[in-house]
């Protein structure tokens, strides 16, 4: 569920129309709500009510707007991060570094010394070796670092090849199978506290079975790391909830979910830890633009909106679909391509979809926007970054601003030596 909808025939974003927030940020904007937000993360955390003790952590790389993440901070929720500049947001938010888990394959040495010296919470290890180099620096530095080891389970996600992260052949945690020994070489290294084991076998997945199947895996390691003698005190068992791209798309809901781990990791007497993303932000958003032309096709017309791939990444990365809506319906459909204006036929929102019909200057929404979206925004083709708005009942604020090309122009230099007339 989302609070956008539409109140006397126009577009609202809870109690905002749409096209307020059009005349007043201009357009392409990406527009969030508060209230979805709020929801996403209060049913996350009720739907894990019967999987005991629980750390609920949002993955910042689905939507790292400050505002977004001020909001997530007073739901309670840590933070998810994977790089350097993800765990400065965190800490600007005003999530406290011991609620920050820091995933990811290639944190660099200022990255993990940086961390530490915050007092980060815990690192997911990706490998042997950084768990020796963290813990050298953490020794070092008089510091203990918490970590857990991830592991790759090898199961299919079912979800996109290019948001499946659990199989052998990608390139995320160790072999499940090696962990054991990987923990013989790191526990008892001075500077490392290793708790436990993570893993995050994908995004957008639609079923709960891979997971099930993931989790189950864990749990088996989890009785032989301890056979072996080591304290397992975490599991984290990562994000990756899927949500409805399309009308009627049917997703197992966060209560689904959260039974489904109470049963798996029944037994296992640990703190679970969660890092949910897309299912927090993905519906909580919308990226709002106009229409330029409608312009005749060989086949079907080509509706030219004001947003394009740079704006909007998923569709022309992985296929997604991102729901069409006019702002101010007229009841009327059409077929039609939706497609931006950057020079490559790969910016192309939809083709040969029945939609609301449209004309030039209308305002129009690609709905579920709100994970994924303005985080992989680029300046490609020249065009300026987008900017992002936050909701909250009847008044709404500019959360980050529209960067001009000028402003990224002026960051540029010809240095002298291509001085003509030297
Ligand atoms: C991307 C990512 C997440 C969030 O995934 P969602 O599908 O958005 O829930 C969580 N954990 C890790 C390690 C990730 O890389």
Same mark, same amino acid.
């Given at each position: 569920m989302d609070h956008f909808s539409l109140v006397d025939g126009a577009m609202h974003c809870e109690g905002v129309p749409l096209s307020v927030i059009a005349e007043a940020v201009g357009t392409p904007v990406y527009v969030y709500s508060t209230a979805t937000l709020k929801r996403h993360a209060r049913v996350f955390r009720e739907g894990l009510a019967g999987a005991g003790d629980v750390h609920l952590a949002y993955a910042i790389k689905a939507n790292p707007n400050l505002a977004v993440l001020r909001v997530m901070a007073d739901a309670g929720y840590g933070a998810d991060v994977v790089s350097g500049g993800e765990l400065a947001r965190a800490l600007a938010?005003?999530?406290?570094?011991s609620d920050v888990v820091f995933s990811g394959v290639g944190k660099t040495v200022t990255e993990l010394t940086t961390a530490l010296e915050?007092?980060?919470?815990?690192?997911?290890?990706?490998?042997?070796? =950084?768990? %020796?180099? !963290?813990?050298?620096?953490a020794a070092a530095r008089g510091l203990v670092a918490n970590a857990t080891l991830r592991v790759n389970p090898d199961v299919d996600a079912g979800t996109h090849a290019k948001i499946s992260t659990g199989k052998r052949e990608n390139k995320f945690g160790v072999p499940i199978d090696q962990a054991p020994a990987i923990f013989g070489r790191l526990a008892g290294l001075p500077g490392l506290a290793l708790r436990g084991v993570a893993i995050h076998i994908g995004s957008q997945l639609s079923d709960l079975a891979p997971l099930e199947a993931a989790y189950r895996r864990v749990g088996e390691l989890v009785t032989e790391l301890r056979g072996l003698g080591f304290?397992? =005190?975490? %599991?984290? !068992?990562?994000g990756g909830l899927g949500v409805p791209y399309r009308e009627g798309d049917?997703?197992?809901?966060?209560?689904?979910?959260?039974?489904?781990?109470?049963?798996?990791?029944?037994?296992?007497?640990v703190r679970l830890m969660f890092e949910p993303g897309r299912v927090i932000a993905g519906n909580a958003g919308v990226l709002l633009t106009k229409v330029i032309w409608v312009k005749p096709g060989a086949i079907n017309p080509y509706v030219i909106v004001d947003a394009a791939m740079n704006d909007l990444a998923r569709p022309a990365m992985y296929d997604a679909w991102h729901d069409f809506r006019a702002v101010h319906p007229t009841g009327e459909r059409m077929v039609a391509n939706i497609a931006g204006p950057v020079c490559e036929s790969g910016d192309t929102f939809a083709m040969g979809r029945d939609i609301d019909a449209v004309k030039s200057g209308d305002l129009?929404?690609?709905?579920?926007?709100?994970a994924y979206g303005a985080t992989m925004a680029s300046t490609y083709n020249s065009r300026a970054l987008v900017p992002e708005v936050l909701v909250d009942g009847d008044r709404f604020a500019v959360v980050a601003d529209r960067i001009l090309p000028e402003t990224i122009l002026a960051a540029e230099r010809i240095p002298e030596w291509l001085t003509p007339g030297d």
């Open positions: 938010a005003g999530i406290p570094a915050a007092g980060l919470g815990q690192f997911n290890l990706e490998l042997e070796e =950084e768990g %020796v180099v !963290l813990a050298g620096l304290p397992i =005190e975490r %599991v984290d !068992l990562g049917v997703l197992p809901s966060p209560a689904e979910y959260g039974a489904m781990v109470a049963r798996a990791t029944k037994d296992w007497g129009a929404i690609f709905r579920t926007a709100g």
